[in-house]
């Protein structure tokens, strides 16, 4: 079973929304923190929204009031609702658990 499987992305104008998800394999979901991670084309790497087990949650000061992120215990599976996108959003997100597995990556990109 691939750890981390991503969906959703593609292309959406400034101020859309969308939703990315990511299904997690049971024992990697129970055990790690989980993420999403994002990279812009000639920028780092950059952390941009986690939650633990129990449910905390932290942002990219850049994301706040605009993303949020959550697990669907049952579903196994973590989501990144988008609101407001903005063009410096773009870039490939991935989600990724602390047990060092990464999603394949998905293309978001916010253009008019």
């Known amino acids: 079973q691939v750890p981390l499987v991503e969906s959703g992305g593609g292309l959406v104008q400034p101020g859309g929304s969308m939703t990315l998800s990511c299904a997690v394999s049971?024992?990697?979901?129970?055990?790690?923190?989980l993420a999403w991670q994002r990279e812009a084309p000639g920028k780092q790497r950059e952390l941009v929204a986690s939650i633990t087990m129990d449910g905390r949650i932290g942002y990219l000061d850049a994301v706040k009031g605009r993303f949020t992120i959550s697990r669907d215990n049952a579903k196994h599976t973590m989501y990144l609702h988008m609101n407001n996108l903005k063009p410096e959003d773009t870039a490939v997100y991935y989600c990724?658990?602390?047990?060092?597995?990464w999603g394949q990556g998905t293309q978001v990109t916010v253009s008019s």
């Open positions: 990724w658990a602390a047990s060092g597995d």
């Open positions: 049971e024992n990697i979901f129970r055990d790690y923190v």
